[in-house]
C-alpha cells in the first residue's frame, strides 16, 4: 500500500470467490472512504494489471479516485495474479466471477452500494454482458469498442467471412496467457501457479473454429439479440479508424433510454489519449457520468445528446495521422437516416437516382487485392489504418461520381444492394466507399464484406445455386463523412479483400448485372454543432523508464518469380521498467502472411509472440507461435508455447487440429 495526495492505491487486494478462487485486485481509495463510502468502478480483464495495463491504469484511476470515485481493477479468473486458468472469451464463469466481484465492492464498508463498470476492448464487451445479468449493485456502464454482436463485429467473421484478425487475436491470448504471475504478488506460489497455466492454457482458435455460423456460442454475450435484458444507463464510445466503429450507434437503436454515443476519429485507444486528433476529456466525460449515475448528482448528463459524433472531412491516408480535419456535431435523438439512392447511369458513372447500369461485368479480382486496408485492430495512427485506395482499387471494379458540386455529409451505414452470379457454390465479396480527392489520392470511408453463402443470415448459410443470378445485400461499416466539393464518391467493388479475409477454397469470380446494382448513403440529416472538450492534460500517460526503443514495421512483398505476396507485421515495445514495482517487460509480435495469386489454398498466416518479464533475480521468457492454412475441405491449426526460466527451457506445449470447412 502506498499513499498519495488525497487517495490510496492498494496495490494487493484479494477478492475471494463463492469457489474459494482468489482474484488479484488493485484499488485507488478515495481518502476519507471510511467514514463518507463512496461509489467505485470495476474494470475486469485478463490483461495484466501489473505489466499489462498497469500504464493507462494510471492515466485513469488517480483522477477518478481524487474526484471521489474508487477505481477497482481486478485480473480475470487465470490472468495475471489472479488464480486458475482462463476458459475462453466472456464465458458463462467469467460474467459469473463479474457478478460477484460487483456484490463483493458493494459490500465493503468504504462502498456506497453503487457500482459501475467500464472497459475498452474485452472491459468494454464484458461490461455489457454483465449488465445484461442485471447484479443489482451495477448501476451504469462505459463501453468503449466493444460490440452488441459477437459474430459480426468482434475479431473472428464478418457476414460469413473469416477474418485473419482471428488467428492474430488467438494467437495474442496464447502469448499473453502464457505469461508469469509476479512473484511480487503471488510470493512463492509463481511457478506453481505458472506451470498449471501453461498446461492447461487453450488455444481460442480450436474453439472458435468449431461455430463458424452464427450459432448459440456467438448468441451467447450478444447483448443486441435482445437489448431489453441492459437496463442500466450505457455511454457507448468507439473512434472511425476502429473495428468496433459499428456499436454506439447499434446500442442507442436498441438500448434507448439513458444510452448515449461518443464516436470520434480514434483508433482502438481510450480516447483521452488516442489518435488521431482530436482527443476528448474521457476523464470529464466519465466523472460526470459516474457522479450522475453512482451517487445521484443533478449534473444534465442524461440531457446530453442521444449521439455525439466526430465527422471527417476529407482526411488523406498517410504513414502517420496525428489528426484528422472534421467537426462534432450533435443529434439529440437517434433515428433511423434518410437514405440517399445512388446507381449506375449509362455511362457507367455513380449517380443519383436509380440506374440503368451498362450490361454485366465480370469481375475476379487478384488473390491480393487488400493490402492497402491497414488492419482490423488497430492501436496506432499508422500503417495500421488504410492507406490509398488506389493500390486495392486496381483489383476492384470501380464505380464513382462526376466531382460534387456540393458537399456531401452523411452518417450511418451505407447498404450495397446487386445482383451476382457465379459458377461455383461459394465467393467473398467485398464493398468499399472511397473519397476520392482532386488530385487521385482516395481514402477510404467504410468498407463492407460478404460471403454469399450467409446472404440470407448467419445462423443458417445455404451454398449458391451456380449459374443463377442472385440479389444480394451488403450494409458497410458506419461512418461519419463529408466528401468536399470537387471531390468524387467511389464505390469499389472486389472478390478478395486480403488479408483482412481469408480467402474460399475456389477463385470463381463473380458476374455483376450493373442494372441492378443500388448504394444507399446515410445523410446526416438535422444535428447541432456541439463542443468536445479536450484533455487538459495533452499527454497523460506516465513516462516509465525505457531501455530500449520500441519499433514497429509493416511490408508489403511480392515476389515476381512465383507470385507469391508476403505482408508482414513487426512489433517490439522494447523493455519497459516500471518505476515503482521494479518488474521489467518486453512484448515482440512477428505476423507474417502469404497467398499466391491464383491459388486460394496456398494461404497462411503465422504469428509469434516473445513475452519477456525480469526483475532482478528472476528472470522468465515464453515464445508462442500460432499457424493457419488450409485446404479444400479442411482449416489446419497449429501452435506451440514454449516457457523458459533464466535460459533454461522448462516448459513445451503443442496443439494440433484439422475443422472442415462450413461453407467458408
Known sequence: MRSMARFTVIENEWITLKDGTRLAARIWMPEGAADQPVPAVLEYLPYRKRGGTSLRDESTYPVFAEAGIAGVRVDIRGSGE????????????????????????AAQPWSNGNVGVMGISWGGFNCLQVAALRPP????????????DRYNDDIHYKNGCHLSAQLSWAATMLGYQSRSPDPAIVGERWKEMWLERLENEPFFLEEWLQHQRRDAFWQHGSIGDNFSDVAVPAMVIAGWADGYRNTPLKAVEGLGGNTKALIGPWVHKYPHFAWPKPRSDFHGEAIAWWNRWLRAENNGVEHLPQVRAYILDGPRPALRREEDPGFWIGKDRWTTPQ????G??????????????????????????????????TLKPDAELAGDQRID?????????????????YLGQPVLTLDVSC??????????????HPDGTATRVSFGVLNLAHRDGNAAPKPLVPGEKTKITIVLDACGYRFKPGHRIRLSISTAYWPMILPGPTDPGLTIDTAGLSLALPLLGKHEPVTVPEPENP?????YLSHLPGETRRSVERDLTDGTTRYRIYEDTGLSEHPDNGLTTQEIRDEVWSITNGDPLSMRGESTWTCIEKREGWSIRTVSTSRLSCTRTEWLTSAEVRAYEGDVEIFRKTFEKKFARDLM
Not at 138 to 148: C, H, P
Not at 393 to 409: K, M, Y
Open 423 to 436: 459458377d461455383a457454390e461459394l465467393a467473398n465479396l467485398a464493398a468499399r466507399l472511397v473519397d476520392v
Open 539 to 543: 499527454d497523460p500517460l506516465p513516462k
Open 393 to 409: 482499387d486496381a483489383g476492384s471494379l470501380v464505380f464513382e461520381t462526376s466531382p460534387l458540386a456540393e458537399a456531401q455529409t
Open 82 to 105: 489472479s488464480d486458475g486458468v482462463i476458459d475462453g472469451e466472456y464465458t458463462p464463469r467469467e460474467l459469473s466471477d463479474g457478478c460477484e466481484i460487483i456484490a463483493w465492492i
Open 344 to 377: 449506375i447511369d449509362g455511362q457507367g458513372r455513380l449517380a443519383t437516382g436509380a440506374g440503368e447500369g451498362v450490361g454485366s461485368a465480370y469481375l475476379r479480382s487478384p488473390l491480393d487485392t487488400g493490402v492497402a486496408a491497414g488492419e482490423w485492430f
Open 137 to 148: 449493485a451495477l448501476k451504469a456502464v462505459i463501453s468503449i469498442a466493444s460490440t452488441v
Open 339 to 342: 437514405m440517399q439512392a445512388f
